[in-house]
Every structure is written in structure tokens, then in C-alpha cells.
T-cell receptor
Framework: GAGVSQSPRYKVAKRGQDVALRCDPISGHVSLFWYQQALGQGPEFLTYFQNEAQLDKSGLPSDRFFAERPEGSVSTLKIQRTQQEDSAVYLC??????????????FGPGTRLTVL | AQKVTQAQTEISVVEKEDVTLDCVYETRDTTYYLFWYKQPPSGELVFLIRRNSFDEQNEISGRYSWNFQKSTSSFNFTITASQVVDSAVYFCALRGTTSGTYKYIFGTGTRLKVLA
């Protein structure tokens, strides 16, 4: 079956531009996570959704970062006024059940964001 | 605070050698979950195993085995008779169960190179 998909796979933005990154989780998955992975580092938690509810946004690095999942399926991570330090791979993951009973997280291929 | 340490940044082995990847974690939660993920060159993280804090039984899956020791806060991963296809970055991760916490904490990863 279809896995988690993310688009675009690559995004180049000029400093100060706004970007929107999309995640299509596996159909029926309740939980959705966003992570930021800098080069040579492990994924760092950004935010968590249970259906359409954003239950944890403690990992968002600044108020320039905003995420939504309005219908409980597709999610969008928006970064306003991008800065060079935002350059990273943004990973989306989904799992079938709600936290804390979440089981296997299935990760998407990520969106590599480069801010010039 | 929760923390995962993977002290080995990069390991190189020759095919058919056994290799152990170390993971040390810190948490104050009495109930927690530990994970290993594989990130091949394609970039998509692949789930390998999940263990909860009450189950210290070692697990074997084919050429993979995991050693969980609460006394030393370690969750090490061994690949027996390594193969070139095992070349990837391996991440250890921790999830606590403190109320309000949805974070998965990842280590910085160990890059494994298996040489033919």
C-alpha cells in the first residue's frame, strides 16, 4: 500500500521567502509527527497531531513555524520569512493509533529545504 | 530531561563481520519505549524494533539482535554477518510517557559502512 508521501522533495528558497511543505500520511493514521533533521544529526521533534488536533507544538523553533492538519489527514508545515538556519530535511511520520499507544511510526522521504 | 547518546559516529567493517551499535539513554520515566531506526542512503527512516521498559528480554530477528539492559541504561544493536546492504545510518530513539510529552528523542546516529 501507499506509504507516507511528502512534497516537494526538494525546495530552494531565498532568505525571507515563505515556504509550505506538505505531508500525506498513510490513510487512516491518527497520529502525525513533524521532525527537522539537520545535516549529520538525528531527527528533532517539531510538532504532533492527533487527527486534526495539534496536541504538542513545543518543538517548533520559532513563531515563524506553523503547522496544520485541518481535516485530520494531510498536514502542512509552513515556514515564514525563511532563514539560513532553517535549511534541513523536514520529515513527516504517521502511525495508526493515538499517542501514547502509538505503534510503529512510518516516515516519509522528507523535504530537503535549502535557504540561500 | 531525556537524552539518547550514540557515541559511535561512524563504524566501518568488512562484510561478514559482526558489529554492535551502542545506545545509552537517560530518562526519569519509569515507563518508556526504546526504538531503533535505519536510514539508508535514500533517506527514509525504517523502523526496526520497539521495546518497552518492562521487557528486558533480548530479541533476535534474523541477523539482527538487541540487548536491553536497564541497569546500564543501554539498548545495543548487533548485526551478525554484516552485508553491504546494511550500510546506513542507524538511530536509537526514546519516548517517555510523562503526561503532556509527545516527543520522540533521537540520538545523533551511527553511520555503518560495510565494505565488500
Amino acid at each position: 500500500g501507499a506509504g507516507v508521501s511528502q512534497s516537494p522533495r526538494y525546495k530552494v528558497a531565498k532568505r525571507g521567502q515563505d515556504v509550505a511543505l506538505r505531508c500525506d500520511p498513510i490513510s487512516g493514521h491518527v497520529s502525525l509527527f513533524w521532525y527537522q533533521q539537520a545535516l549529520g544529526q538525528g531527527p528533532e521533534f517539531l510538532t504532533y497531531f492527533q487527527n486534526e488536533a495539534q496536541l504538542d507544538k513545543s518543538g517548533l523553533p520559532s513563531d515563524r513555524f506553523f503547522a496544520e492538519r485541518p481535516e485530520g489527514s494531510v498536514s502542512t508545515l509552513k515556514i515564514q520569512r525563511t532563514q539560513q538556519e532553517d535549511s534541513a530535511v523536514y520529515l513527516c511520520a504517521s502511525s495508526l493509533r493515538r499517542f501514547p499507544d502509538t505503534d510503529t511510526q512510518y516516515f516519509g522521504p522528507g523535504t530537503r529545504l535549502t535557504v540561500l | 530531561a531525556q537524552k539518547v547518546t550514540q557515541a559511535q559516529t561512524e563504524i566501518s567493517v568488512v562484510e561478514k563481520e559482526d558489529v554492535t551499535l551502542d545506545c545509552v539513554y537517560e530518562t526519569r520515566d519509569t515507563t518508556y519505549y526504546l526504538f531503533w531506526y535505519k536510514q539508508p542512503p535514500s533517506g527514509e527512516l525504517v523502523f526496526l524494533i520497539r521495546r518497552n521498559s518492562f521487557d528486558e528480554q533480548n530479541e533476535i530477528s534474523g541477523r539482527y539482535s538487541w540487548n536491553f539492559q536497564k541497569s546500564t541504561s543501554s539498548f545495543n544493536f548487533t548485526i551478525t554477518a554484516s552485508q553491504v546492504v546494511d550500510s546506513a545510518v542507524y538511530f536509537c530513539a526514546l519516548r517517555g510517557t510523562t503526561s503532556g510529552t509527545y516527543k520522540y528523542i533521537f540520538g545523533t546516529g551511527t553511520r555503518l559502512k560495510v565494505l565488500a
